[in-house]
């Protein structure tokens, strides 16, 4: 729940679900797309965690498949240090993409540059 509420989104998934859904998408009126890389308070390994997209605007969130490659691209950069690539993709994404505009404040806290340390993890405070 927590999750959600920071990434703006109604449905959250881990690797193993995600992975399970991808597999029949076809036959689904959903995709799901990564969010980011996390470690959420009290637990020791990160997670990619993904978001349950619709297919159809009328059942929710809906993003075209320009806005999923755009947010790749961003995304990518973000877990590889390279701020700058990510804030440019992620900006032009509509300003109602809540999962681009928590990443473009995250990197903003930061001053667009990652940490020393930087992973590719964002640690999460326990919500």
């Known amino acids: 729940e927590g999750l959600t509420k920071a990434f703006g989104v109604e449905v959250i998934m881990d690797d193993v679900t995600a992975m399970g859904l991808v597999e029949h998408q076809d036959e689904l009126e959903f995709r799901v797309r990564r969010l980011a890389k996390v470690r959420p308070a009290g637990i020791e390994s990160p997670l990619m965690i993904y ?27 973000f877990l590889a240090g390279d701020w700058k690539l990510a804030s440019d993709s992620l900006s032009s994404l509509d300003e109602l993409d809540q999962p681009s505009q928590m990443l473009n404040a995250y990197m903003q806290r ?18």
């Open 51 to 77: 978001e349950l997209v619709s297919n159809d605007t009328l059942l929710g969130a809906y993003i075209t498949s320009e806005q999923f490659d755009l947010y790749e691209v961003g995304l990518d950069a």
């Open 110 to 127: 930061y001053g667009m540059k990652p940490p020393t340390t930087w992973d590719g993890v964002i640690d999460l405070p326990k919500y």
